[in-house]
Each structure stands twice: as structure tokens, then as C-alpha cells.
């Protein structure tokens, strides 16, 4: 089946008891047991609930995995699945990943035991260099966020299955549709799917699925044992997003293509980030493992007064942390997705007072490119390079 009919006709399609046409919202906490020596599908629910395993089934299906799991957000479930390591662990984590995850690693995973080493994954020779005898995983986000550097996932996959090494993967910016990690080998898949797969910005959600079933079996007893799970209105709000997950990425993705051309092309941004673009560095190994290049983008307007000025003025996206909805959202890594970094770790990784994500919505794209284009028409002049490199030293 293509995805396009899969998103619809999974296990969240109708609900089997009565052929309701969405999933009921089963809201109960626990289930009657008619016989005490024949255990129920369903018990308790933090255990599980009709309405989750549905979630939980469509997503895995998507991904094509064994076991889904839906929790209370993103961050729970990278720190769940987190929890599948021991004190004495090693794990290897590409540099820039979500600043939320960056802070559960260095402030509180730091503090059970197990600890961390950020490379660029962008470089596979770096992944492998960062191998020590007690690695036991390696973290990936690709693209990253914001200057969406690529991963080559099946290149990684390689090196960690000959030291037996778990491969996860946050997949939040690509969503199943463009990119499916497990295909490509790696072990564990994560969402947010705060973003673009509830998409309305509405719900706050985290999923993850494993590729096999006994891993699935370990993740199952740290759900239930860590509780973190996903409340039933939420994964019922998750499944109605999920339907037309498609048909909203190829009408975003289509957008940020053309803003990124239109902003390229524009003498007031000094740098555009973009896997469709052909000078993005990994262009090419985008091209080749995702069908899409997906809905965000960064941009740089060259100054923290210019992209104050940027912000001030446009009418239309809306000026928020998140991403991946129905409307155009605008942010600002440094004192939004990435606060929680500190300030030489943000400029290590390109993250300059000058740079805006884009994540782009439904909106009219000429309607788009009208309100960004009178925005940039009254920023202050762009400092000089001189004064661009003392900002980035000085940070
Ligand atoms: C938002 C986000 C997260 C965290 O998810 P929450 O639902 O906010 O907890 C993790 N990874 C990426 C890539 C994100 O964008």
C-alpha cells in the first residue's frame, strides 16, 4: 500500500467493536475482568487503553516496526526510551539535537551514569572515532535542527551493527512519510508528535517504535513502569492529525521549497538553510534516503537587531517555539528551541543571534513571500563582515 492509503486505512481507520468511523475515546482508567484466570486484552490503563493501542498500532505501522508507544510528549519519550541504557552506558549523540534532549543529557541523564559524547553526524568518520568500549547507542537527528545537517542513517546503521550498537533515530522533521530510520536500519524511531503529526498545534505527544519485537517488549516495561503515557483525548487528537499528515507536508514542503529559492535569492539574507537547496552540504544524502526534503528552513539575516526588526514586522507566521502546523511559524533558536544550550555551545554550532526557522503551514505561498518581503524591506543595514566576525567571536 502507497502512504498516502496507508495513513488512512491503518488500525486508526474505524473502530472494530461498533465501525465507528473514528477511533472512539475509551475514557476509563481501568477494565472489568470477567475471569480472573483469563487475563483481559486491556486491564489497567497506563498498561494500555483501546484508544492508545490504536495510536500506537498506526504509528508503527507507519514506520514499519514492531511496537508503537504514545507518551506525554516528545521529551518523554526520548527519555524513556533513554532508560533503555544502564548506569556505565556510553551513547554517542549527533551535536545539534533538540535543545530539550541536549538538557535531559547533560543535566539529569548525566546525573544517572550514563554518559554522552556530541559529534557531528553529519560526519560518519566522527560517529565511528567516538566508539569506546562501553558505547552502547548512538542518537541521531536528521535533518538536525536548526541548520538541518544530514545524517547518513544507513552509514551509521553499518558501523553501530558491528559493534552491536543501538541505533535511535528522531525522526520529528521528516515524519514516516519522507523517512523511515528503521528501514534504513537503525533500531528505535522517536517523534514529537507535538508537530507535524498531530499538526494543528494542539496537542503536545511523543511516540516512539521499535524495529523488533523483543526490543519492543523492554520499551512496553518502561512505559508502563515509568508511566509516561500519552492521556486518550490527546492520542485521539494525534490519530485525527496523522490522517492528513500527507496531504499537509506536500502542500508545506512545496512552500518552503519555493520561500528557500525566493530567500536565496533575497540581498538581505546572508545565509539560507535547506536541504532542497543544491548547495546544501547534505543535499545529496537527503535526496537519497528521504523522498522530501520537508517543511523547515532556516534562514540568516546577519544580526540579532536584523532579525528583531524581521520579527516586529511580519503580519502572517506566527512567532512561536514549534513547529510543523497548519500555520507558518517563525522562530528563534536563541532565545527559543535552543535557551536551554549555552551560548559557545549555540555559536559552535553555527546557531548565530542572526538565524530564523521557518517551519512553513498551509497558507498561500505568494501570501508568504508578500509579507516576508515587506518585512525585509526595513531592516537595518547588515553589519559589516568585520563586525559580523567579531558578534561570533565575541558569543
Ligand atoms: C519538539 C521536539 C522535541 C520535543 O518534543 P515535545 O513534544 O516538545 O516534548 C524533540 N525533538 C524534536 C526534533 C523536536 O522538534
Avoid at 504509528?59 to 533503555?84: N, Q
Wanted: glycine share 8%; proline share 5%.
Amino acid at each position: 500500500m502507497n502512504f498516502a492509503t496507508k495513513v488512512l486505512h491503518g488500525t486508526s481507520c474505524f473502530d472494530p467493536v461498533t465501525g465507528a468511523s473514528s477511533v472512539p475515546i475509551y475514557q476509563a482508567s481501568t477494565f472489568h475482568q470477567a475471569d480472573l484466570d483469563q487475563p483481559p486484552a486491556f486491564d489497567y490503563a497506563r498498561s494500555g487503553n483501546p484508544t492508545r493501542a490504536a495510536l500506537e498500532e498506526a504509528i508503527a505501522g507507519l514506520e514499519g516496526g514492531e511496537r508503537g508507544f504514545a507518551f506525554a510528549s516528545g521529551m518523554a519519550a526520548i527519555s524513556s526510551v533513554f532508560m533503555l541504557f544502564s548506569a556505565g552506558d556510553h551513547v554517542i549523540v549527533a551535536e545539534d539535537v533538540y535543545g530539550g534532549t541536549f538538557r535531559f543529557l547533560t543535566r539529569v541523564l548525566s546525573r544517572m551514569g550514563i554518559s554522552v559524547t556530541f559529534v557531528d553526524a553529519s560526519s560518519t568518520d566522527a560517529v565511528r572515532a567516538a566508539i569506546t568500549p562501553e558505547t552502547k547507542g548512538i542518537y541521531l537527528e536528521t535533518p538536525s535542527n536548526p541548520t538541518l545537517k544530514v545524517t547518513d542513517i544507513a552509514a551509521v546503521c553499518r558501523i553501530a551493527k558491528q559493534q552491536d550498537l543501538l541505533v535511535i533515530v528522531d525522526n520529528t522533521f521528516m515524519t514516516p512519510y519522507y523517512q523511515r530510520p528503521l528501514e534504513l536500519g537503525a533500531d528505535v524511531v522517536i517523534h514529537s508528535a507535538t508537530k507535524f503529526i498531530g499538526g494543528h498545534s494542539d496537542v503536545v505527544a511523543g511516540l516512539a517504535v521499535t524495529r523488533d519485537a523483543a526490543l519492543g517488549e523492554q520499551l512496553y516495561f518502561i512505559q508502563n513502569g515509568m508511566g509516561a503515557i500519552l492521556g486518550v483525548q490527546d492520542c485521539w487528537l494525534v490519530m485525527r492529525g496523522l490522517k492528513t499528515l500527507k496531504a499537509r507536508l506536500d502542500v508545506s514542503t512545496n512552500t518552503a521549497d519555493q520561500l528557500a529559492h525566493w530567500l536565496e535569492a533575497h540581498p538581505e539574507i546572508t545565509h539560507v538553510y535547506y536541504t532542497g537547496l543544491q548547495d546544501h552540504p547534505g543535499h545529496q544524502i537527503q535526496a537519497s534516503q528521504s523522498s522530501g526534503h520537508g517543511a523547515v528552513l532556516s534562514f540568516d539575516v546577519g544580526s540579532r537587531e536584523r532579525a528583531k526588526a524581521l520579527f516586529d514586522r511580519v503580519k502572517l507566521p506566527i512567532v512561536a517555539v514549534s513547529l510543523g502546523a497548519v500555520e507558518t511559524i517563525l522562530s528563534y533558536p536563541v532565545t527559543m528551541s535552543h535557551a536551554a544550550m549555552p551560548a559557545e555551545e549555540r555559536a559552535a554550532r553555527g546557531i548565530t543571534d542572526g538565524l530564523i526557522r521557518l517551519s512553513a503551514g498551509l497558507e498561500d505561498v505568494n501570501d508568504l513571500i508578500e509579507d516576508l518581503k515587506q518585512a525585509l524591506e526595513y531592516l537595518p543595514p547588515l553589519p559589516k563582515i568585520e563586525e559580523q566576525k567579531e558578534a561570533f567571536s565575541r558569543a
